[in-house]
């Protein structure tokens, strides 16, 4: 006789030689906090709770858990709510980054190891929710994504602000000499006055919009302001749904697929999304099996226009992009270049989903195929003797005059160095030259930093320098602009040539071949390796485990042990 499956409080009970004991053991426990035996043969959804003080971005998860719960109880099930790992980049030493795959780690065992039907994951901030799905991924539990949603932006002086792109502007000129001490402190406390993840289209927004197109969450629910009510009714529906997963199952590995991650890589290129949700959805996908091969987001950038005109590319704010009909608008005008047979948690085809969507859209906001902010995607990948597994660059957010560059390098060993002598004035910099930073890469105490917006230099900044070429194997934050080169790959402290940089070596760039070379003679970059010494290993921890498993860039900057096996 087929035994009977168990759900909600019976699912997973330890085996101490006695199963129906472990049952009785675990419900008298939950009966000591007031449940009732009605309330605990319900069916159990597990809800992520990623509040924390250290958190700004998640401070309305709270009311969320609430509105979760609500959604859930209206369905007949029982809301577990349960703390995991919270990551907030401002507050986190070295990096957010650091830490993703610990919070990855953690949600992927709370999600196997307790009791529960389904679960809702809510995230926010930039590295949780990529730390959530690619849990989901792994434990395969039938899984909602919630995020918290972005910020409002401000009026100031006649102009709107939001974290964080209008942070990186204003510090800039203030570098430059153009903004006064009173006047940035004054703007400190306007660029982020609500509740909410940044209010531009940085790794946050955009990790939102690539989880609604792998189908993790309704397309709308990507872009709703933080405080607006229609997030509270979307948390309430995310319960809802979870309890809808216990009789039309689609677990995580019915969402990641080859095709489903196409189209989440046009969605990226075709905001001009952050960098960094390359690297994320590199990991998500890994944990499926899948590659994310940077030749081919190469071919897709080509044919993939950027179609969103918001911040840090163009000029609008994530509530504007949700008014102006959000990710169905999006994907409605990039229809022919989608998979519409990718389903979402509800089992509808993505081409149903387009179908029942609002058919407003803002074309000052989202703009039609025939006009487009650019006729290419965002990003490009690039190859050669300084990258040879690759490196990144958002032309989105890129000054166009420096895509051919060819340049001596005036090069950084590591952030110290960066930070002692970046604003020296006798350092020896031109605006014609490449700044280079290395070993910040994944494998090294940094943590793989949002370091790559290196500053101009200050004597080129108060010389009216807006923009110079600016190289290394760290990230930049989503929210960032500049001619930057990013993740290159393998890393310095890997082994990679960019370890072999040094001041004064000439360096070609050329986005139009795809291509990033380091002009040095074969026999000199030999003595150099021979002279090259391998980074310390960490001696405890946390930092010893992600020397000793982290992958590169192109696999997501993933622990090893976490991919499926051949993976």
């Not at 320098?465 to 929210?479: I, P």
Request: with cysteine.
């Amino acid at each position: 006789m087929t035994e009977k499956p168990k759900h909600g409080l019976a699912r997973g009970a330890a085996n101490y030689g006695d199963p129906e004991f472990a049952l009785y053991l675990r419900r008298s426990f939950a009966a000591s906090m007031g449940y009732s035996r009605q309330a605990l043969e319900r069916p159990v959804i597990g809800i992520a709770d990623t509040a924390s003080d250290y958190n700004n971005c998640h401070r309305t998860v709270p009311e969320l858990v609430g509105a979760v719960k609500r959604g859930v109880m209206l369905a007949g099930g029982l809301p577990l709510a349960f703390p995991t790992v919270s990551l907030c980049e401002p507050s986190l030493t070295p990096t957010s980054m650091h830490y993703r795959n610990l919070m990855a780690l953690d949600t992927e065992a709370m999600l196997s190891a307790q009791p529960m039907d389904a679960a809702v994951l809510i995230g926010g901030c930039d590295k949780t929710v990529p730390a959530q799905l690619m849990a989901a991924v792994s434990a395969d539990v039938p899984a909602v994504m919630l995020v918290t949603g972005p910020m409002l932006a401000q009026r100031f002086e006649g102009e709107r602000l939001a974290a964080c792109t209008d942070c990186r502007r204003y510090w800039a000129r203030y570098r430059a000499g153009e903004v006064t001490p009173e006047k940035i402190g004054a703007i400190e406390e306007k660029l982020a006055t609500s509740a909410g993840t940044c209010g531009v289209m940085g790794t946050a927004s955009t990790m939102a919009c690539l989880a609604a197109a792998l189908g993790f969450m309704p397309l709308m629910a990507a872009s709703a302001p933080a405080v607006h009510a229609d997030r509270l009714r979307m948390a309430e529906e995310a319960g809802a749904l979870a309890m809808r997963l216990l009789t039309h199952p689609v677990r995580p590995s019915q969402l990641v697929t080859e095709k489903s991650v196409e189209n989440a890589l046009r969605v990226l290129l075709s905001l001009g999304g952050s960098t960094n949700a390359l690297v994320h959805l590199a990991a998500i996908a890994g944990r499926a099996g899948i590659p994310v091969d940077l030749k081919r987001l190469d071919a897709l950038s080509e044919e993939t226009p950027v179609l969103v005109d918001l911040k840090p590319t163009g000029e609008g704010y994530m509530e504007d992009f949700h008014a102006a009909g959000g990710m169905v608008a999006l994907l409605r005008e990039l229809r022919d270049l989608l998979h519409l047979d990718t389903i979402d948690l509800y089992g509808r085809t993505l081409a149903e989903q387009l179908d029942a969507g609002s058919a407003f859209v803002d074309r000052g906001i989202i703009h039609a195929r025939a006009t487009p902010v650019s006729p290419v995607g965002g990003l490009v990948a690039l190859f050669g003797s300084l990258a040879p597994d690759g490196a990144i660059l958002k032309r989105s957010a890129a000054t166009p005059a420096l895509f051919e560059t060819e340049a001596r390098c005036v090069v950084f060993d590591g952030l110290e160095d960066l930070s002692r002598r970046i604003d020296d004035p006798d350092l020896d910099v031109t605006a014609q030259d490449i700044l280079v930073l290395k070993n910040v890469g994944p494998l090294t105490p940094a943590g793989m930093p949002e370091a790559g917006y290196l500053p101009i230099p200050k004597k080129l900044a108060r010389a009216g320098v807006k923009d110079m070429v600016r190289m290394s194997d760290c990230r930049m934050s989503g929210t960032a602009f500049g001619t930057i080169v990013l993740h290159i790959s393998p890393e310095a402290a890997a082994g990679g040539p960019l370890g072999l940089v040094e001041t004064g070596d000439r360096v070609r760039l050329s986005v139009k071949h795809r291509s990033l070379d380091l002009l040095v003679e074969p026999a000199e970059l030999a003595r150099r390796r021979a002279a090259w010494q391998a980074p310390a290993r960490p001696k405890r921890g946390w930092d010893q485990l992600m020397f000793d498993q982290v992958l590169q860039a192109p696999e997501g900057a993933d622990l090893r042990f976490l991919r499926p096996e051949g993976a």
